[in-house]
């Protein structure tokens, strides 16, 4: 049966491709800093379900220290040169999007398919199936477009490099924000408004949700990582229980508000940073461009679940 292992595995063999060509790179002055901090994540892939805890731990900071003092570089090499690829796109116009469409159908179909067959995990059959349709893609686009035959995993490895170790923030940050959920953190936020903000009406129930909501995303970078932080502070005990709100409506346009912190934030960097870095634009350039949508459409969201989240009571109807 094909397990979520299978998938770590799989991830871990292509970040160990990644750090061994990475070492042989003479474009990058950096290159063994790169090495060693796609051998890390390689590692945590191979060996994270075999090793201790504190190991694991140990790891991860080795990684936030590499990618967090500025110890990575960026080669020029390209696996191909240009005008061959930009001739090649001309020829095959958006043909081109195939492989990469691939990768969402297998997962789609994957996911719908796996409780019908024996030999997927039906707990981890999303993911499973993601990795299967990277596998599939890749073969068609080297079936397809015979490039030379290291040219995807140099190819991946140089996107990964510009991408830079943002590239495992978000996987850090959803890992933090459920640190923070065992911690008790929400129980903490909720004492201290309690006891410095009167949150005696509605409106300002609603209004401290909303914008918290959009802070601690801002904070830290993932909105499924600041739910259970605000939702156990003030959505559970005052929205659904002190003033009988709908917990759905109030989930669902709470998200909703945490997106609005996402758009604003630098730690979301699978959304800001790396489109930047992608397109050589400055590196807040998303950031600003973003900034009036996500006010108007928090001010829309808090309007909303005054609206809504109290009118329909605790349950649907």
Known sequence: MLTLEHAYVFAGLVFAAYAVLGARDGDNARRYWNALFWALVAAMFLLGSHVSELTNGAMALALLLVGGLGFLGQGHRESTNRP?????????????FVPALIVPATAVIGTLLAKHVSFVDPKQATIISLAIGVVFAWIAAAVWLRPPLFAPLQ??????????GAAILPQ??????AVFAVAGVGRAVGSLLTHSIPLTEPVSVVAIYCVGMALFTIIMGNAFAAFPVMTAAVGLPLI??????????MSAIGMLSGFCGTLVTPMAANFNIVPA??????????????????????????????????RYGPHLP
């Open 84 to 96: 061959a690829r930009a001739a090649s796109a001309a020829h095959r116009g958006n043909m081109l």
């Open 240 to 249: 659904v229980h002190k003033f009988g709100g709908n917990p759905a409506i």
């Open 155 to 164: 190819e991946g490895r140089r996107l990964m490099n510009t991408i830079s």
């Open 172 to 177: 850090m940050l959803a890992a933090l924000g």
């Open 277 to 310: 870095a992608l397109l050589d634009l400055d590196r807040n350039a998303v950031i600003r461009a973003q900034i009036p949508t996500a006010l108007l459409l928090l001010l829309a969201n808090m309007l909303l679940m005054y609206v809504l989240v109290f």
